[in-house]
């Protein structure tokens, strides 16, 4: 009965300083005035670029160039070190090499900076002594409180405010228009390539941050800043790793209770990608599954591609979520409209008819076409703009749907029609609060007519309709959100014991924290064992107990069906003879005499401690099923009994415990409390555990409960 093993995919935990978080991030990311350190004359140097794009975005408070070797940069007076400035600025850019940015940490840090910004590559992800000096970077700031962005990035960016404190060459294109997305990224290369694709897609851009190599502020800290920003609406986020789980527990808590979108991108799926990982800034990989599930706890998209990520954020920031998961679908081709309809059925959208009235109308309109959903009103709409205009105002107003598609094509990028047909869709009618989206291949300028009459505009069909689906999931997320008003009950006590556990010490344990156990008896001789099994009744299990010996069935340690007390007293000897054999040393405690139970279905569950982000557990079919089929779930820990129904319902368990083929369905109800009881347990006892099973546990009929059978406890040394 092995305990779920958890492969390594996050970054290595990092200290839980949460008294730390926030301190000087305004500093970092939105300063009033700057020291650019290392300033350069040239503007297309690391050192002069930041400085550039400062005087050129309009940045209004005071920026300081810093270099003693020179009077002037870029035609400003320069410093010759921080501490010659008129005043001591928020925030300061070190654009220095990583021998010297030390030295310059610990001039900021005398100077009362709140905040710097490490540009230079060369340190943790580089080896060991990379590694020494960047720890010893970060003990000369926090001495005084002075928070560090990198080393090893990009830098970050305020668009509303002209901050750009940044030698990104992607504002040589222009400088980030604001609006209601922000992005975060561990990888500046990454973070800059999604801004571009951002802009291309006229996406607003308020706030911009890269993390690096995370030596003090990490990615959960700067989402958790840009989440509680009022004009922030969707974040993009790209992560290698997550250093400080409370933090970023936290962000993404607060981001579904405001009601803020987070798309992420998270690498490291593969053994490859987390070799890369690795390499690049000194992240370790862990589990991937892991990772995914807790994505889905707090409400979380993570996209599977840069072009997803894109899309989504997209739909997201213009046209906000859906009041519901109906998809209306116009077109003038039968096959794209089926094609449509599929996609979007793959993306959980409902493709519901129109009403029967509404069929009525449009059949009367146009008797070839067809009027159910999707609705096609075949090519000789494009003959009767008009016609299709009241084709599309029905769909709008009688059909009933949170969501409307309108399949153009090429359409749009004729001449002698793009205009036309943009009047057309636009007469129809905005639908009244439903979210309008048309496909096509077209001009961008063409693209964007479109968008400025409140349309989301997609080339392709899947594209779109997973984009509407993550709106919908974002939808239910956000209302979940809103809803959760009932406090989560206290914490148990932590447990005090230390060493190995037998498998009645575990359940006694567990017991405690609320786990249900069926009577059973721990038996020190044979004739104990037969009394024992006399009050519990026959049949009867019995099973070795011994902390060494936490695999019963590998040594036999296990006897079912038992039906007398002489087949008992035999048993309990045999078993004992059976553990000493195989672990001559074994601590024996005796027996455990239990009762023979039946019926319900097999699930498994338990905790596994995750090595970035903690304690979570897992819950999966048992049996054979969850070695086999692996269909298993996560949830950081604690968590409600509403998150545990959503747990089970991930899985495969679901549709068993719903009753299969007639079969009486499971007390559900139960194991979410189980479930919801088991974390508490692991959030109280972190420091004490390394993992535990309970398989098998029998979900009985509903109203019956749960019976826990087997237990194993794995304690931290």
Not at 327 to 347: H, R
Not at 599 to 616: F, K, R, T, Y
Request: one cysteine or more.
């Amino acid at each position: 009965m092995p305990v779920t093993t958890i492969d390594k995919i996050c970054a290595p935990t990092a200290s839980d300083d949460t008294d730390r978080i926030s301190v000087g991030l305004d500093a970092l990311f939105s300063p009033r005035s700057i020291a650019l350190i290392g300033a350069s004359d040239d503007s297309t140097r690391i050192g002069g670029r930041p400085l550039k794009y400062l005087r050129g975005s309009g940045f209004a408070g005071p920026v300081y160039p810093v270099n003693p070797r020179r009077e002037t940069v870029q035609g400003e007076r320069a410093y010759a070190s921080i501490v010659d400035l008129p005043t001591v600025p928020d925030l300061a850019l070190l654009a220095v090499p990583a021998a010297a940015t030390r030295q310059a940490v610990e001039d900021c840090a005398s100077a009362g900076v709140k905040a710097a910004t490490i540009f230079a590559a060369g340190f943790a992800e580089m080896g060991e002594e990379g590694k020494a000096e960047q720890a010893r970077i970060v003990a000369a700031a926090r001495a005084s409180g002075l928070r560090l962005l990198g080393p090893n990035c990009l830098g970050a960016a305020d668009a509303a405010s002209g901050y750009y404190g940044t030698f990104s060459v992607m504002l040589d294109d222009g400088f980030l228009t604001p609006g209601p997305v922000a992005i975060v990224s561990q990888s500046g290369a990454y973070g800059s390539h999604i801004a571009q694709l951002a802009r291309n897609r006229c996406m607003g851009i308020r706030h911009w941050i890269t993390t690096g190599n995370e030596c003090d502020v990490d990615v959960a800290e700067a989402l958790r800043w840009v989440v509680e920003r009022d004009e922030v609406k969707v974040v993009m986020t790209y992560a290698e790793g997550v250093r400080n789980r409370a933090s970023f527990f936290e962000a993404l808590d607060i981001a579904r209770r405001r009601g803020i979108g987070v798309v992420m991108l998270k690498v490291g799926r593969s053994e490859a990608g987390a070799h890369a990982v690795g390499s690049h800034t000194a992240a370790l990989a862990g589990s991937d599954v892991v990772f995914d599930a807790i994505c889905r706890q707090y409400g979380v998209y993570r996209a599977r591609s840069t072009a997803e990520q894109i899309d989504v954020a997209y739909a997201l920031s213009r046209a906000g979520v859906p009041s519901g998961n109906t998809l209306g679908i116009f077109s003038m081709s039968g096959g794209l409209g089926i094609q449509m309809a599929d996609d979007g059925d793959a993306a959980g959208l409902e493709i519901t008819p129109m009403p029967a009235a509404a069929q009525a109308e449009l059949k009367a309109l146009l008797p070839y076409a067809s009027p159910v959903n999707p609705v096609d009103a075949t090519a000789q709409a494009m003959t009767d703009l008009p016609l299709m205009t009241r084709y599309i105002q029905v769909v709008l107003e009688q059909g009933g749907y949170d969501m409307f598609v309108a399949i153009l094509g090429t359409t749009p990028a004729l001449p002698s029609y793009s205009a036309r047909l943009a009047e057309a869709l636009e007469a129809a009618g905005d639908g009244n609060g439903i979210i309008r989206a048309v496909t096509m291949s077209a001009p961008v300028e063409t693209v964007r007519a479109y968008e400025a009459r409140g349309f989301l505009v997609f080339e392709d069909s899947v594209a779109l309709t997973r984009a509407l689906g993550a709106l919908v999931t974002f939808r239910g997320s956000f209302a979940r959100a809103a809803a959760a008003t009932s406090e989560m009950p206290a914490l148990p006590a932590p447990f005090t014991r230390t060493g190995a556990l037998s498998e009645h010490s575990a359940k006694a344990l567990l017991a405690d924290a609320g786990i249900p156990f069926p009577r059973e008896c721990l038996a020190a001789t044979p004739d104990d064992a037969a009394a024992a099994a006399k009050a519990i009744g026959f049949p009867v299990v019995l099973k070795i107990c011994s902390p060494d010996v936490p695999h019963k069935t590998d040594v036999g340690g296990v006897l079912v069906g038992l039906k007398d007390e002489a087949a008992v007293r035999a048993g309990a000897a045999l078993l004992v003879e059976r553990a000493l054999a195989a672990v001559p040393d074994a601590r024996v405690e005796g027996v455990l005499v239990a009762p023979m139970i039946g019926g319900g279905a097999e699930v498994i569950a338990g905790i596994s401690i995750d090595a970035a982000l903690g304690p979570v557990v897992m819950f999966g079919l048992g049996g054979v099923f969850v070695e086999v089929l692996k269909d298993v779930t996560f949830r950081a820990v604690p968590f409600s009994v509403e998150e545990a129904h959503r747990m089970i319902a991930e899985t495969s368990a679901a549709v068993v415990l719903k009753g299969v083929r007639g079969a009486t369905p499971g007390d559900i109800d139960a194991l979410a409390e189980t479930l919801a009881a088991l974390s508490r347990f692991a959030a109280a006892n972190e420091a004490g555990l390394a993992g535990v099973d309970i398989n098998p546990i029998r979900v009985m009929p509903a109203g019956e409960g749960v019976v826990p059978l087997d237990a194993l406890v794995l304690l931290a040394e």
